[in-house]
């Protein structure tokens, strides 16, 4: 066999050693990628307001069903240690979720009709104070004010972390050691560690990158 023959075998071996690793490689990241979100979801149940539009007036009309309804919920799960537990509580009271919208819609002057329901819905990545959670589809309340055209607020009900998108404060650490009842240490320390450590940083991006992938492909 020739030199330039020999050289050529070496050629495409090493392309399909290349291809193959980068296709393992895609599909471990991928695999990872799924099971960690999946199960940090599993462990996380999430209020979703979208309000009728997004004029100003909608918009803080918007703010005060959210208040109303967070200081509802709190009153009813301030005992509450699991998301199972908390979407039974916010099932079996859905109505008077609607009702207190509807009046508070009412009060402020408007006749929006409100729509409450339980479902699965797609949510960029989110901060809270220094926790952290990745693109993907998470359990909610969805509450839709009116035709539900406007921008979006969400917030996580269990644990409760709501708060925190009203005052940016520091997520207090009852709510982490809730977080960290329901999760692995690998998805916590993924959740809780990108901003301080390079590996999980990472690991983040790729969770990140890899469920946004998805949310595109599922609404294409």
């Known amino acids: 066999m020739s030199k330039k023959h020999i050289y050529i075998n070496h050629i495409f071996r090493f392309l399909l050693l290349f291809i193959l690793f980068t296709l393992f490689f895609f599909f471990s990241a991928f695999s990872y990628a799924d099971t ?5 979801a599993n462990s996380v149940f999430r209020l979703h307001v979208i309000a009728n539009s997004n004029s100003e007036e909608d918009q803080n009309l918007k703010y005060k069903v959210r208040d109303a309804l967070l200081e509802y919920m709190n009153s009813l799960c301030a ?5 199972e537990d908390t979407i039974n509580i916010a099932q079996n009271h859905i109505k008077d979720f609607e009702n207190i919208a509807k009046q508070v819609i009412y009060d402020n002057g408007y006749n929006y009709d409100v729509t409450v329901e339980i479902s699965q819905c797609d949510f960029p990545t989110k901060n809270y104070g220094d926790v952290t959670l990745p693109a993907g589809m998470y359990d909610a309340l969805k509450v839709k004010i009116g035709s539900a055209m406007g921008h979006n607020w969400w917030c996580v009900m269990f644990p409760p972390l709501c708060f925190v998108d009203v005052s940016s404060g520091i997520v207090p650490e009852s709510s982490k050691e809730l977080l960290q009842e329901n999760m692995s240490d690998e998805e916590y320390d993924l959740i809780t560690d990108s901003y301080t450590n390079s590996g999980t940083k990472f690991k983040f991006k ?4 890899l469920e946004n992938i998805k949310i595109k492909l599922a609404n294409n």
């Not at 790729?206 to 990158?209: G, I, R």
């Open 206 to 209: 790729v969770v990140e990158l």
């Open 79 to 83: 005992t509450i240690s699991s998301k």
């Open 36 to 40: 960690v979100s999946t199960d940090i």
